[in-house]
């Protein structure tokens, strides 16, 4: 390419996070195209630099593009219904054993057209896009069956090609039993092996696989058959595990060489071990603690000490975490499970990368990368986390193009 053709963009006098820490001087940062091409302290930023550039900004703080790594953010109708009856008493695992609960989503979902379900998850992922959010995972689930957990794969990967964001998608059928397995759990786990997971690998629809190991959810010896599948297809997996209860999930998945534990209430010391063995992440997810009320904070102190990486994300789900909005997560990490504002930083950035096998692309603002960064109308990175602001990101750049 001639140098005609390259366009710069340069910002100067920024307060970098890069992923991983707060640089301690003021930084300028070069973008040419798609890339990032440059970063240095602005005391060694030379005028050459400054004047091949065609757009200058100045001021603000800097941090990698925003991962949000676990949303069900695709789903048909509301359950606004059980909100209600949770506020009356009602627990989310007795609303699910009376056929509400995720259930009630799947009955919506399957009658939802991929039009559909594309239009009502649109608000939720701009929701996300508008609070800095460059890559986002999203789950199946709620189909639970081929054609539905298909449709629904299919709806995640067209918002990734029409929108400005990068979608991993994660295969999830294993989040339910659903009415046609009703006490035939096993056979429901050989179809999504035999039947589910096939189709959807032979339509490239997925990029891993996740279950629900708990009670109202898969056994770990169902989890177990799953995952060997998965394996067999090349893919690596993840686990919603000991959420509700102790069940060993988070073990299975570090055993599987897993990607992420998520939720991890529960977790023992035994399993922190493991996933810091394995190179496990714990994915934690405040939104789902905060809505369901829950008391059992995950075991921040051993993951720390144990070194696991902690990634933090919304959950975006009709049913325990009906929130769309990342920077909220970080201002509740480190108010209900005392998350420094750098680890939680961390956990949107450069561990969440790591939880979606993205560390080497993504989760962090390094020369030669692909330019998915975002420019906040803030002086400290540590403010995102302190207070709940929407409003304060001034640029968001997503493959070099800033697009708000
Ligand atoms: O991550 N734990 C299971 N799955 C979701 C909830 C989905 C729902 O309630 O619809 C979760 O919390
Ligand atoms: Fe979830």
């Known amino acids: 390419m001639s140098d005609e053709e390259i366009k ?21 940062l070069l973008v040419e195209n798609d890339r990032i091409a440059m970063i240095s302290p602005m005391s060694d930023l030379t005028p050459d630099v400054s004047e091949s550039a065609d757009e200058v900004y100045s001021g603000g703080v800097i941090t990698p593009g925003l991962i949000d790594c676990h949303t069900h953010l695709i ?3 509301s359950r606004a219904d059980e909100f209600e009856l949770r506020l009356e008493g009602a627990s989310y695992e007795e609303i699910a054993r009376n056929g509400g609960g995720i259930l009630s989503t799947v009955r919506a979902t399957r009658a939802a057209s991929e039009q559909a379900l594309f239009e009502a998850a649109l608000p939720r992922i701009q929701a996300l896009i508008n609070d800095g959010v460059t890559t986002v995972e999203i789950k199946s689930g709620y189909g639970l069956n081929r054609v539905d957990e298909l449709k629904m794969l299919r709806v995640a990967r067209r918002l990734g090609q029409e929108l400005p964001i990068q979608v991993v998608t994660t295969l999830l059928a294993a ?23 096939p189709a959807a690998v032979t339509e490239n629809l997925v990029d891993a696989v996740d279950v629900f190991c708990e009670g109202i959810g898969f056994s770990v010896a169902q989890s177990e058959r799953l995952f060997r599948a998965a394996q067999a297809y090349g893919l690596l997996v993840k686990s919603h595990a000991e959420q509700l209860s102790n069940l060993g999930g988070a073990a299975l998945t570090a055993k599987y060489q897993g990607l992420s534990a998520d939720h991890i209430e529960w977790l023992d010391e035994a399993a ?14 405040p939104g789902a603690f905060y809505t369901l009320r829950d008391t059992q904070v995950p075991p921040i102190e051993l993951l720390r000490q144990y070194q696991v990486p902690m990634a933090l994300a919304t959950d975006g789900n009709p049913g325990s975490s009906p929130i769309f909005q990342l920077t909220l997560m970080l201002n509740m990490a480190c108010t ?15 561990h969440a990368a790591k939880a979606l096998g993205l560390k080497h692309q993504e989760g962090s603002v390094t020369v030669g990368r692909k330019a998915n960064f975002c420019l906040w109308n803030i002086n400290n990175p540590a403010e995102l986390a302190y207070s709940i602001q929407p409003g304060r990101l001034k640029q968001r750049v997503f493959q070099g193009e800033i697009n708000r």
């Not at 989040?175 to 039947?195: F, S, T, V």
């Not at 209900?336 to 450069?350: D, K």
Request: proline fraction near 4%; charge should be negative; hydrophobic fraction near 45%.
């Open 272 to 285: 922190v071990r493991a996933m810091a063995a394995s190179g496990t992440v714990a994915t934690l997810l």
């Open 336 to 350: 209900l499970f005392r998350l420094t504002p750098t680890e939680a930083l961390q956990g949107v950035t450069y």
């Open 75 to 77: 789903f048909g109708g």
């Open 8 to 28: 710069r963009t340069l910002w100067t006098e920024i307060t970098l996070f890069d992923g991983q820490m707060t640089h301690d001087q003021k930084m300028a």
């Open 175 to 197: 989040h339910a039993l659903p009415p046609e397995y009703a006490d035939n759990a096993d056979g429901y786990i050989e179809l999504i092996c035999n039947d589910i997971l």
